[in-house]
Nanobody
Framework: DVQLQASGGGLVQAGGSLRLSCAAS?????????IGWFRQAPGKEREGVST????????HYADSVKGRFTVSNDNAKNTVYLQMTSLKPEDTAVYYC????????????????WGQGTQVTVSS
């Protein structure tokens, strides 16, 4: 079975940093799967944050996080990371990682497999 586990969330002051991890099992990185990061704040719809191809390492970011967040992968560990810097209160949300056998990078939340999410809270 394909399983995803997001971890690394917590409470941080505005301007601080956190690194989230997404550990995957049930498939091998380096094929056709892409990994996406999504977030959902209370009262708001889920939105795409960043995505990475496990085959060639190509990445894509939402405009709201570009220049502040960096996604990377360690295919040997079947793990994807989201390094978040210059955090803002608006970044407060539950962050989810997802996987899908897509041909193109996408921030649309139609991925096939989802983890349970990890809470990120940024204080003002």
């Amino acid at each position: 079975d394909v399983q995803l586990q997001a971890s690394g969330g917590g409470l941080v002051q505005a301007g601080g940093s956190l690194r989230l991890s997404c550990a995957a099992s049930g498939f091998t990185f380096g094929g056709h799967y892409v990994i996406g990061w999504f977030r959902q704040a209370p009262g708001k719809e889920r939105e795409g944050v960043s995505t990475i191809s496990t085959s060639d390492g190509m990445t894509h970011y939402a405009d709201s996080v570009k220049g502040r967040f960096t996604v990377s992968n360690d295919n040997a560990k079947n793990t994807v990371y989201l390094q978040m810097t210059s955090l803002k209160p608006e970044d407060t949300a539950v962050y989810y990682c997802a996987a899908d056998p897509k041909d193109l990078l996408s921030l649309v939340d139609d991925y096939e497999y989802w983890g349970q999410g990890t809470q990120v809270t940024v204080s003002s």
